[in-house]
């Protein structure tokens, strides 16, 4: 499977503040999931579950040390012997490090022995941890979205590679989060989740651009704006060739 590289850049502090961000992870994304957090970012988990029938998800073992458990809830529509539900999980990054979560699905017995469904998350964090005072920032829903696009590259063994950068504003600092899924991959759908920072700034080689900077996971990749477009730049700000007969910019949005 190819995994687009971003574009390491030596002259771009790769030290810009990304705290409070929330990725929302759902049954869309698969079951196999890799997300990129910095400390103070929330992982939130909303899957379907049938309340009725006593199945529902839970987490397997205990949490890594790097994540704060924020809350659980089994939710119920339609009544209370509905059979549609939601299991959801919230976590908080508090320290540096890497491990792996897993949710298991089924009744409560078939959760320990025989699992229905399994969704594997492998998650790194990255940054200083966070202090005492620092243990409730501003959630994503109280910052502005900026800005969301979208574009779909070739993919060597999948039937298709689709990015998602959402931009957010907040005072003192512009967060990021860049979604990768990975559709119809060897397994199946592969979702890759980071959070970042992002800037702008006049090009130097074309000084009328505006040039976006996005930070992730101790990387950056550059773009240019034009229009509604975002397009992908080398070094030298000069445009990345696409393949022949696709258009590999990112495409402005609507929605969250």
């Known amino acids: 499977m190819h995994f687009r590289p971003l574009l390491a850049l030596l002259c771009v502090s790769l030290t810009m503040s990304a705290r409070a961000v929330t990725v929302r992870l759902t049954a ?19 899957l379907a579950a049938e309340p009725a029938a006593g199945r529902q998800w839970g987490v397997r073992g205990h949490a890594p040390p790097q994540l704060m458990e924020l809350g659980a809830a089994q939710r119920v529509f339609g009544g209370r012997m509905s059979d549609q539900g939601t299991s959801s999980f919230a976590w908080r990054a ?4 890497e491990g792996e979560l897993t949710l298991v699905y089924g009744t409560a017995s078939s959760r320990v022995t025989k699992p229905e469904k399994t ?40 039937s298709g590679l689709v990015e998602r950068l959402v931009l957010y504003r907040a005072p003192s600092e512009s967060p990021s989060v860049l979604r990768r ?36 996971s101790n990387e950056a990749s550059i773009f240019r704006l034009d229009g509604d477009r975002l397009v992908e730049l080398d070094a030298q700000q000069i445009p990345l060739p696409s393949p022949p007969g696709m258009d590999t910019a990112f495409h402005k949005v609507a929605g969250p």
């Open 181 to 216: 899924t990975y559709r119809d991959a060897p397994g199946g759908t592969l979702t890759s989740v980071m959070t970042g920072s992002w800037t702008t700034s006049k090009g130097t080689a074309d000084p009328s651009a505006t040039i976006y900077t996005l930070v992730a």
């Open 28 to 46: 869309a994304d698969g079951t196999r999931v890799q997300v990129s957090l910095h400390p103070g970012d929330v992982m939130r988990i909303d």
């Open 94 to 97: 508090i320290g540096e490090g």
């Open 119 to 158: 969704v594997a998350i492998q998650f790194v964090v990255a940054g200083d941890p966070l202090g005492p005072e620092e243990a409730h920032p501003p959630a994503v829903s109280q910052m502005e979205q900026v800005a969301a696009y979208e574009r779909t590259e070739p993919c060597g063994d999948c």
